[in-house]
């Protein structure tokens, strides 16, 4: 067994690490609020209760609910009647919320795309696989499993 090259195991512990520091970095330089977030997992799933958006944000339904609040304020987001259920409402991105996501998402670019240019050891086919392997470990699989 060739010890000097990692397993399987310790690679997807360290994509898991290396990751969620890439995700510290980008919030560190440009602060997106807690909203964004919102906004994410919005443009992600699609429209959602405030019960789903708390749990898939992991906080919960009164902080949500408060989040919710504050980006309508913003224009950002907005509640729609629930199809489904006419008591309830569902929350959805609007055409300023959708803006500011991608403004979002460009500062986090230039940012890594910053770093990257200082590496002229990399190249656009290694943060092509980078991306591959990154979409691949997201995607649900056919088992139903996120």
Same mark, same amino acid.
């Given at each position: &067994?060739?010890?000097? *090259? ?6 997807? @512990?360290?994509? *898991?690490?290396?990751?969620?520091? =890439? #995700?510290? =970095? ?9 909203? #964004? ?6 443009? /992600?799933? +699609? ?15 009164? *902080? &949500?609910? +408060?989040?919710? !609040?504050?980006?309508? /304020?913003? +224009? ?7 199809? $489904?259920?006419?008591? @309830? @409402? ?7 919320? !959708?803006?500011?996501?991608? !403004? ?5 670019? $230039?940012?890594? @795309? ?17 991306? $591959?392997?990154?979409? $691949? ?6 088992? +139903?499993?996120?």
């Amino acid at each position: &067994m060739d010890v000097s *090259t990692p397993d399987a195991a310790t690679l997807s @512990s360290d994509l *898991t690490v290396l990751a969620a520091r =890439l #995700v510290r =970095l980008v919030r560190r330089e440009h602060a997106p609020s807690a909203g #964004v977030r919102v906004l994410s997992i919005l443009d /992600e799933l +699609g429209p959602q209760s405030v019960t789903t958006l708390a749990q898939a944000d992991r906080c919960s339904q009164p *902080t &949500m609910t +408060g989040q919710v !609040r504050q980006l309508a /304020e913003q +224009g950002w987001v907005a509640k729609q009647p629930h199809p $489904a259920d006419a008591r @309830s @409402s569902l929350v959805a991105l609007t055409d300023g919320g !959708r803006a500011e996501l991608e !403004r979002v998402r460009q500062l986090s670019a $230039a940012l890594v @795309s910053g770093r990257l240019a200082r590496r002229t050891d990399l190249t656009t086919d290694d943060l092509a696989t980078a991306v $591959a392997v990154l979409q $691949a470990v997201l995607e649900p699989t056919t088992e +139903g499993n996120v």
